[in-house]
């Protein structure tokens, strides 16, 4: 009894300690929401590439999410949670340097490292799964995206403070703070005991056709495409929200309040979803996610008033956090230690893919056929995934 004691004590100790260090570096996610429209506009030689930064950005994320992945699988996850922080850091200094020379492409360096560093946070929530019991796995892995929760508040804040610290150029002061946040995100790590390591020949080494017949499981792919689907949709509508908020002649403190608000939307339902998967089963979870993203873009396409834009963005965030949470918790439940590196960086490569994707075509869709057509747009991609998804599942029970 005691000894099951200490380890439920050190178990959580060790989540605390992840979801600290989370919670710092995730800070700066809202902060980019904010900053990759408003200062691409500054700098873009044109407003159609306003969302450029961001569209780099979640690109890159696409690129390295599997090789953080395989570095994880190979040298152990504080290893390369530490390479994210620091790529951070090198991103917000690059981006500040870029705002100050007035230098678009350093901008849009900066953007590439930072959403690296992003992809790289990603796979908190597998570390999540990790430290805790088997059967809390779904409750770690939702309770993990809870610090999205201080990002929410944290982020805009620290952008509202900061945006003018180097003034007489506006947001470079912003990007700064990202070097700090960066730098103290880590400090928990050290003390972080449990996590898993995966052997030698876990890494890239590992056969491919292994990984294909992996790939081919009904419910490994349900568990990739319904969390793409999910990420996709959000990007598409959250990334020219800002753009568009202004546009329509909004002060750029509510475009931060409404993101502020989007945010905790996407993580305040961390506390609970976890438990609804135990109770209603993991395709349930993600079929009502993707109801409410779709219910989001109704709402978007339906007005242009600031309230259309808070229902919209938090329907949007409540949506994409039961697809997500759902679509992790299931791929977590379906794979051994031994696929983990692999079939994770596979996994957080094709969110990526859908994500760059979408953030590159909702800069052309806004600035060129305007917000309500981009919002009608997210419409017939939710329902193609949705059938995509059915035709999938057909046959194959995934709800345990």
């Known amino acids: 009894m005691k000894i099951t004691t200490e380890r439920t004590q050190a178990s959580a100790l060790n989540f605390a300690l992840l979801l600290g260090a989370n919670a710092v570096l995730g800070s700066a996610m809202p902060m980019l929401i904010i900053l990759g429209g408003l200062a691409g506009l500054t700098l873009a030689p044109t407003p159609a590439l306003a969302t450029l930064p961001a569209s780099v950005q979640t690109l890159a994320g696409l690129v390295a999410a599997a090789p953080f992945s395989l570095m994880m699988g190979r040298f152990g996850r504080r290893a390369g949670f530490v390479a994210g922080a620091a790529l951070a850091a090198t991103g917000g200094a690059a981006a500040a340097v870029g705002l100050l020379w007035g230098s678009f492409p350093l901008l849009l360096l900066g953007h590439v490292a930072l959403g690296a560093a992003l992809a790289c946070f990603q796979f908190f929530r597998f570390a999540a799964a990790e430290v805790v019991p088997d059967r809390w796995r779904p409750v770690a892995i939702s309770l993990m995206l809870t610090s999205g929760l201080i990002a929410a508040f944290a982020g805009p804040e620290v952008f509202t403070r900061t945006k003018d610290a180097l003034a007489p150029v506006p947001f470079a002061g912003a990007y700064a703070a990202v070097v700090v946040l960066s730098a103290a995100g880590v ?100 079929a009502t996610g993707l109801a409410l993203l779709g219910a989001s873009a109704v709402i978007a396409a339906s007005g242009l008033t600031i309230i259309h834009f808070y229902a919209a963005l938090v329907v949007l965030g409540v949506g994409w956090n039961l697809g997500f949470v759902g679509a992790t918790a299931l791929l977590a439940d ?62 194959t029970k995934v709800a345990a």
């Open 187 to 286: 400090l928990p790590l050290p003390f972080v005991r449990g996590l898993a390591r995966a052997s030698r020949t876990e890494g890239p080494s590992a056969p491919s056709a292994g990984v294909m017949a992996v790939l081919r499981r009904p419910t490994v792919a349900v568990a990739i495409a319904a969390a793409a689907v999910s990420q996709g949709v959000m990007i598409l509508l959250m990334v020219p929200t800002p753009i568009a908020i202004v546009g329509c002649g909004f002060a750029e403190a509510a475009a931060g309040d409404v993101v502020r608000w989007h945010v905790v939307a996407m993580f305040a339902p961390s506390f609970v979803t976890g438990f609804l998967i135990k109770r209603f089963g993991t395709t349930a979870v993600v």
């Open 334 to 395: 379906v794979l051994a230690p031994s696929e983990r590196a692999a079939v994770q960086g596979i996994n957080d490569t094709a969110i990526a893919l859908a994500a760059s994707i979408c953030a590159f075509a909702s800069g052309a869709l806004v600035v060129g056929a305007g917000w309500t057509a981009l919002a009608l747009a997210a419409l017939p991609v939710v329902a193609s995934m949705a059938l995509a998804l059915l035709w999938i599942m057909r046959g």
